[in-house]
């Protein structure tokens, strides 16, 4: 299984950015995706997750500020991110698992940097 994460960059404070993740291979179905996010110097943190069904759901700091969904039936998702902050500078990973299946996968992580 393969989760290839795009979409990081460089933005200025109060802008926006929108990050996708694909997943490929012997990927067991229904899942739940979501995004987690790692800073210099922090844990890693999930930061949205969302359903098989499309119900997304966030880790207050980014409530009202970022929508993650997906794709109907795929293992396509995004996460929208909007009115960014410098705070929300750190390494974006893509993740996946299904309750019928006893591994988890991560992708390789994508950059997003938020200058102030």
């Known amino acids: 299984v393969q989760l290839q994460a795009s979409g990081g960059g460089l933005v200025q404070a109060g802008g926006s950015l929108r990050l996708s993740c694909s997943a490929s291979g012997a990927i067991v179905s229904p899942n739940s995706m979501a995004w987690y996010r790692q800073g210099a110097g922090q844990k890693r943190e999930l930061v949205a997750s969302i359903t098989w069904g499309g119900t997304p759901s966030y880790t207050d700091s980014v409530k009202g500020r970022f929508t993650m969904s997906r794709d109907s039936g795929t293992n396509r998702v995004y996460l929208q991110m909007n009115r960014l902050k410098s705070e929300d500078t750190a390494v974006y990973y893509c993740?996946?698992?299904?309750?019928?299946?006893?591994?988890?996968?991560w992708g390789q992580g994508t950059q997003v940097t938020v200058s102030s």
């Open positions: 993740w996946l698992r299904s309750p019928y299946d006893a591994e988890e996968y």
